[in-house]
């Protein structure tokens, strides 16, 4: 698939799962929200991984900006 997540979401997206699992992680929600703050965190992280976010596709939305090489 091709890159639509740019460095700024990049950047918010890994802040976001950190806080994310980080909650998740400390057990200071119930069991079931912090399972769903572990899955969500895990499908950011994974988005910002792979530089590639299927609800960005879906929406058609590209904020990724190809670099070009410079001589």
Do not use: H
Request: proline content about 4%; some cysteine; glycine content about 10%.
């Amino acid at each position: 698939m091709k890159q639509n997540v740019g460095v700024l979401d990049t950047a918010i997206r890994s802040v976001i799962a950190i806080i994310m699992l980080a909650i998740a992680a400390e057990g200071l929600l119930p069991g079931t929200l912090s399972m769903i703050l572990v899955i969500m965190g895990l499908g950011l992280w994974i988005s910002c991984a792979s530089g590639v976010c299927p609800i960005y596709s879906l929406f058609g939305i590209d904020t990724y900006k190809e670099q070009r090489p410079t001589y």
